[in-house]
């Protein structure tokens, strides 16, 4: 998907990792997504599924899953959307900042990726 473009990697860190705030203030861990298609059917999701030995036999995890088509969804799909938006356009204003380390690492996926997807 990155070598034909389908995906974009970012890498988000709160600001205080950086300077300007203190550590004390925590780390940037949402867990939102958004894929579309070509007809602009879209699937979001939030939460994670911990794959730690902890996270299988001790937590409770959560993972949801909405689609856009689906009238029961689409106010949780849209919640989704904006959410992932506001972090994606508007970092700073979140408290955040991207640190562009993707280039090489996209390199190296890519290289290492197969021809055919």
Same mark, same amino acid.
């Given at each position: 998907m990155l070598r034909s &473009? *389908? @995906?974009?990697? *970012? #890498?988000? #860190? =709160? /600001?205080? =990792? %950086?300077?300007? &705030? $203190?550590?004390?203030?925590? /780390? #940037?861990?949402? &867990? +939102?997504? +958004? @894929?579309?298609? =070509?007809?602009?059917?879209? +699937?979001? %999701?939030?939460? =994670? /599924?911990?794959? $730690?030995l902890s996270g299988w036999t001790r937590n409770v995890e959560h993972f949801k899953v909405f689609k856009s088509w689906l009238p029961s969804d689409s106010e949780h799909f849209a919640d989704d959307v904006e959410t992932f938006s506001s972090y994606w356009y508007s970092p700073s204003e979140n408290g955040i900042q991207f640190v562009d380390i993707s280039d090489p690492l996209e390199r190296t996926l890519v290289r290492n990726a197969p021809e055919e997807f």
């Open positions: &473009k *389908r @995906l974009d990697l *970012r #890498f988000a #860190f =709160s /600001i205080g =990792s %950086f300077g300007g &705030k $203190t550590e004390e203030e925590g /780390i #940037f861990h949402p &867990k +939102v997504g +958004v @894929l579309r298609d =070509s007809e602009g059917n879209g +699937v979001s %999701f939030s939460g =994670s /599924i911990n794959e $730690t």
